[in-house]
């Protein structure tokens, strides 16, 4: 449970009124969870779409689903979308992009890339199909959810330190397959076979990223896991989209 509402208050702003462990095991323990979570946000986002529809047009409904979808995270993801792509876009070598990423301020890659990551989020909640709307809500933020625990197991960390560090030293590759099994078993109810495609397509593709990652700093930061966060949930959208 200390492990579970770890995980809550760091990629939730659901507030937990309890004194916790936070050791770098528990910290990185709580892993486990995010897709979990990821299921728990979905689901609120679902409650917000159906009693938005009584008495919302169907945009500003959308708008509203996506409002919460930043809101409940606290935008902490979108910190690390906009300090990727400042770092990635920005820098010449792993030294200058580090030091991108590591500054407070925002550039201009970094508001393009929030900017039109909102704007196509918003036309995909817009245009997903009417009986899988619902249960998009619920697969997106788990699928991303889980890639981002991925992306701590698969890839090196690029820092000597930084909070995200201990994530890497203390994820269980027990732990990271149960995120994985999980994300499939939840995937295939809701969405089939589809469902697995979505899944191989976004595992494939976070690979891809990642790599991507590792040539420009040898690793990962704390704000790519949040970017890819972002980005899968996009592409789990934009994948359901293609394929109903």
């Given at each position: ?228 966060n972002e980005l899968m949930e996009v592409l789990v959208l ?7």
């Amino acid at each position: 449970m200390n492990s579970f509402l770890i995980a809550l208050q760091f990629i939730t702003v659901i507030p937990v009124k309890k004194d916790l462990n936070y050791s770098e095991k528990n910290i990185a323990s709580s892993m486990l969870y995010y897709p979990l979570i990821g299921s728990i946000i979905g689901l609120i986002l679902v409650v917000i779409n159906i009693v938005s529809t009584y008495f919302l047009p169907n945009l500003v409904r959308d708008s509203v689903v996506l409002i919460f979808f930043v809101l409940l995270t606290g935008g902490i993801h979108f910190d690390g979308l906009a300090d990727s792509f400042d770092g990635l876009f920005g820098g010449k070598n792993k030294k200058s992009i580090l030091e991108i990423m590591g500054d407070s301020s925002v550039g201009v890659y970094g508001i393009l890339a929030v900017t039109l990551i909102l704007i196509f989020k918003l036309s995909l909640i817009n245009n997903l199909p009417l009986g899988q709307r619902n249960l998009a809500l619920i697969i997106a933020p788990t699928i991303s959810r889980c890639a981002m625990v991925w992306a701590v197991y698969l890839f090196p960390y690029a820092k000597k330190e930084g909070f995200g560090k201990a994530f890497k030293l203390y994820l269980t590759k027990q732990e990271a397959w149960l995120t994985a099994i999980y994300t499939l078993i939840i995937t295939f109810v809701l969405f089939f076979f589809k469902g697995l495609i979505v899944l191989i397509i976004s595992f494939v593709s976070l690979y891809f990223l990642g790599t991507f990652v590792v040539k420009k700093i040898e690793g990962l930061t704390g704000d790519n896991y949040g970017a890819i966060n972002e980005l899968m949930e996009v592409l789990v959208l934009f994948l359901i989209i293609l394929l109903y």
